[in-house]
Structure formats: C-alpha cells, structure tokens
C-alpha cells in the first residue's frame, strides 16, 4: 500500500467531476446536514476533499475551515473560493480549543485508521455545546449481508477506483457508531439512514448480462429507500449513517 505521502502526490484532481458534483446538494443527507449547519457558525469540515459538501454550508451563510490530506483535493476547494488547510486529520489540528460552532466529517471516518485522535480533535475544536454532522455507510445494510453470505465483500470496493481512493477500513452500525460517539464525549440528537439501490458497482465485476441484471436490480431497489428515510429498521434497510451530536463535557477513549 501506498504511504499517505506517496497517495498525495498520486491523487487526481478532476474538476468537471467535481463542478457537477457541486452544482447541488448531495440528495441522500444534503437536507439534513444543512439544518445541523444553520446559519452565521464557525464551521470545520474535516476530510473536506474537493469541497463539495463545503461550499453548501458556506453558500447557507457560515464560516467554513477545510481540512485535507491530499494537497490536489485541496486546490479544487481553494478554486471555489474556499478556506482549506492541508493537514492529516488523524493528527493534532492546527487550531486552539473551542474554536467552531460546527463540525461535519463526511464519509470520512470509514477510511481513518486512528478514528480516535481524529472526534478527540473534533471534540476538543468545538466550543461547548457544539454540534457534528457525521456520516459513514452502514456495513450492516441488507445488500452487504446478502453479499457476504456468497462471498463477496461489498463496502468500501469498486474496480472504478484504486485501491487508496475507496478503501474502506472502518466498519461502523447505527449501534456501533452511536457508541464509539458516546465514548468520544458527544450525545447523539438525531439519526437518519440514507440509501442506494443494491450496489451497482458490483456490475463492474461482472459479463455483459450478469452486469445489467445487477444494475436493473440497483434501480428496482433504489425505490425501497422510504423505509431508510422514515428509519424503519435502519440498521438493515440503509446503506448509509447520519449523525447529529452534541459536544458534552470531556471526551474520552
């Protein structure tokens, strides 16, 4: 496996991608993480990347920090206009204690190998009683079960991309995050699942015929995502974890 300086220099910046993906909010949590954002709040994005969810809650009326490891992901935000530190964000963050209203760490957590030092910091940057934004996908969602009963390990892989770019190395539930959030000093306000159809990247996998199976079978179940909204059986109907929480007291772990 690469370094994390080797994957720097080797991470690709695409900025069409990135300028469409910008062009609206994510649709499975962009309603949600915008009403944790509110409005006139030191905001920290943590794993920022391109800026793509970023540039929303600055557009709502806050004060945005990135903070990003890969220097070419980096200069995308930096193209928007935005504010972005290139730091590791498994290490100490360049800033004093209480220093943000809000804090939202997105799809990052699933991929950190010291998750710990990472809400240590988030902790320790937000003033009192303030409040995170975090998502991860579920490693628990019925499309990963069904998979792993045949043998094939769903999350966190896709032939699209290279191994450092989607490799997944934390595995989180509802329950298990809840926990792990608890432990770090922080009291959960709300949750909501997300959802995919079943994962249409396995069509990559697979011959001509097989592949468009799967990827009717991706649109067939996409329309199953009601019950993850209304957080019905979350921890098995939805592909993904959202997370509102509160600063309490210390941190721990």
């Not at 996908?137 to 792993?148: D, E, G, Y």
């Not at 995919?196 to 799967?214: Q, V």
């Not at 996409?222 to 993850?228: D, E, N, P």
Request: net charge positive; charged share 20%; proline share 5%.
């Amino acid at each position: 496996m690469k370094s994390k300086s080797q994957y720097n220099e080797s991470y690709v910046y695409d900025a069409s991608a990135d300028q469409r993906e910008a062009s609206t909010i994510e649709p499975r949590f962009g309603r949600f993480l915008l009403s944790v954002a509110g409005t006139g709040h030191r905001v920290l994005d943590v794993g920022c990347g391109t800026g793509r969810y970023t540039i929303h809650t600055q557009q709502a009326g806050n004060e945005v920090v990135g903070i990003e490891l890969v220097f070419n992901a980096a200069r995308g935000a930096r193209a928007r206009g935005l504010d972005v530190v290139v730091v590791d964000s498994e290490n100490l963050f360049p800033f004093p204690d209480a220093t943000f209203d809000r804090v939202q760490c997105i799809e990052v957590i699933e991929h950190l190998m010291d998750p710990v030092t990472t809400l240590r910091e988030i902790h320790r940057v937000l003033r009192p009683g303030g409040e995170l934004f975090i998502s991860t996908p579920n490693a628990v969602w019925w499309a990963h079960r069904t998979l792993m009963a045949f043998g094939v390990p769903s999350f966190g892989h896709s032939p699209a991309y290279p191994t450092e770019v989607n490799m997944h190395i934390r595995h989180f539930s509802m329950k298990t995050l809840t926990r792990f959030l608890e432990k770090m000093g922080f009291e959960i306000l709300r949750r909501q699942g997300t959802y995919t159809g079943f994962p249409g990247a396995l069509a990559e996998y697979a011959p001509s015929p097989l592949a468009a199976l799967l990827n009717g079978l991706s649109t067939i179940t996409r329309g199953l995502g009601f019950l993850a909204k209304n957080n019905v059986l979350l921890s098995v109907t939805s592909a993904g974890l959202v997370l509102h929480a509160r600063k309490q007291g210390n941190g721990h772990g």
